[in-house]
């Protein structure tokens, strides 16, 4: 029998927590001959999420937590997960029911009888999200498309079921800056994507806003992609190239025709221009650098304050 390990991060999910549990232990019921255990992971919640982990714990030997000493972000809660997973198969799961547990015996099927190492998820409507949110997300797509060698599906959820040679591949990957949705496209492996309609949060609030995303795709960008880097060494090179003319040009100019070099405010337009090019290409410089600088040190991905995995 396998058994299929469901990773949950959780951030003050106090509300949304217990009716998760409910409704995806009863589709896993519905699954013939497997076995599961739930891994919830809190992420330094500020509400009683902890306790209510605790809780279902103690009525459901299944049910495993682990607990941050802070918040770290569902990147590190995921990847803190997928570490402390043992089934054979592992789903990534929210815990706000946006991800239907209805799926998960498909999922099953698929891996065990049309030899896929992932089937993954990805909404097709983003029905109930800010009009705007949506189209810088679909812009996103569209420029990682462009500029990263590594795939991103539009739309793509976290929501996922793995096999275990596939999560060992994704621990594998121990970078400091994780953007799952690069590293689970990178690690390869035979994905089948499922299609459905987005559903709105059962309980609770968003965590994120569209800073918050804003920053995300930002990390995305450089963690894959150093397109950012070449564009402003072309565009240092175009300009040098304009402003050889340029010059060229005047020094004719001056002594052909004698004329006299006028145009103050251009000469204004061309330095800000210049000043401020060179502080975005800098500006670029600086987050390589400081996604370096993070990745040096080493730090450990998540600290665990309390849990009850032995391993
Ligand atoms: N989450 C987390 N840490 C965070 C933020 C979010 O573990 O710092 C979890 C959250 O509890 C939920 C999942 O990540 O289970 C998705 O978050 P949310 O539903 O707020 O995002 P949305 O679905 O609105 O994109
Ligand atoms: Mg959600």
């Given at each position: 029998?396998?058994?299929?390990?469901?990773?949950?991060?959780?951030?003050?999910?106090?509300?949304?927590?217990?009716?998760?549990?409910?409704?995806?232990?009863?589709?896993?019921?519905?699954?013939?001959?497997?076995?599961?255990?739930?891994?919830?992971?809190?992420?330094?919640s500020?509400?009683?999420?902890?306790?209510?982990?605790?809780?279902?714990?103690?009525?459901?030997?299944?049910?495993?937590?682990?607990?941050?000493?802070?918040?770290?972000?569902?990147?590190?809660?995921?990847?803190?997960?997928?570490?402390?997973?043992?089934?054979?198969?592992?789903?990534?799961?929210?815990?706000?029911?946006?991800?239907?547990?209805?799926?998960?015996?498909?999922?099953?099927?698929?891996?065990?009888?049309?030899?896929?190492?992932?089937?993954?998820?990805?909404?097709?409507?983003?029905?109930?999200?800010?009009?705007?949110?949506?189209?810088?997300?679909?812009?996103?797509?569209?420029?990682?498309?462009?500029?990263?060698?590594t795939?991103?599906?539009?739309?793509?959820?976290?929501?996922?079921?793995?096999?275990?040679?596939?999560?060992?591949?994704?621990?594998?990957?121990?970078?400091?800056?994780?953007?799952?949705?690069?590293?689970?496209?990178?690690?390869?492996?035979?994905?089948?994507?499922?299609?459905?309609?987005?559903?709105?949060?059962?309980?609770?609030?968003?965590?994120?806003?569209?800073?918050?995303?804003?920053?995300?795709?930002?990390?995305?960008?450089?963690?894959?992609?150093?397109?950012?880097?070449?564009?402003?060494s072309?565009?240092?090179?175009?300009?040098?190239?304009?402003?050889?003319?340029?010059?060229?040009?005047?020094?004719?100019?001056?002594?052909?025709?004698?004329?006299?070099?006028?145009?103050?405010?251009t000469?204004?337009?061309?330095?800000?221009?210049?000043?401020?090019?060179?502080?975005l290409?800098?500006?670029?410089?600086?987050?390589?650098?400081?996604?370096?600088?993070?990745?040096?040190?080493?730090?450990?991905?998540?600290?665990?304050?309390?849990?009850?995995i032995?391993?």
């Amino acid at each position: 029998m396998k058994t299929i390990s469901v990773v949950v991060p959780c951030y003050n999910e106090e509300q949304a927590l217990p009716i998760f549990y409910r409704e995806t232990t009863k589709e896993l019921e519905k699954i013939d001959n497997i076995n599961w255990e739930f891994v919830l992971v809190d992420d330094g919640s500020s509400d009683k999420t902890l306790s209510v982990m605790q809780e279902l714990a103690k009525s459901d030997e299944k049910v495993k937590y682990l607990s941050f000493s802070r918040n770290f972000g569902k990147e590190s809660a995921m990847y803190a997960g997928l570490e402390n997973s043992k089934g054979d198969y592992v789903v990534l799961m929210d815990a706000d029911l946006q991800d239907p547990p209805s799926l998960l015996s498909k999922m099953v099927y698929e891996i065990e009888n049309n030899d896929y190492d992932c089937v993954g998820t990805r909404r097709v409507t983003r029905k109930g999200e800010p009009p705007i949110r949506s189209f810088f997300a679909r812009k996103f797509y569209k420029l990682m498309a462009k500029i990263s060698k590594t795939e991103i599906v539009d739309g793509a959820r976290d929501f996922r079921m793995m096999t275990r040679q596939m999560v060992d591949s994704v621990i594998s990957m121990c970078e400091y800056n994780r953007f799952s949705k690069g590293i689970l496209s990178w690690v390869g492996y035979k994905t089948l994507w499922l299609e459905y309609e987005n559903i709105e949060r059962c309980a609770g609030q968003t965590k994120w806003n569209f800073w918050k995303l804003f920053l995300y795709s930002i990390d995305g960008i450089v963690a894959f992609s150093t397109a950012p880097l070449v564009i402003s060494s072309v565009l240092g090179f175009i300009i040098c190239l304009i402003s050889f003319f340029l010059m060229a040009f005047y020094v004719i100019k001056a002594l052909v025709f004698g004329d006299p070099v006028a145009g103050f405010p251009t000469l204004i337009s061309i330095t800000l221009m210049l000043g401020g090019l060179q502080l975005l290409c800098t500006g670029i410089l600086g987050q390589y650098l400081s996604k370096t600088y993070l990745e040096t040190k080493k730090r450990p991905i998540y600290i665990t304050r309390k849990t009850n995995i032995e391993k």
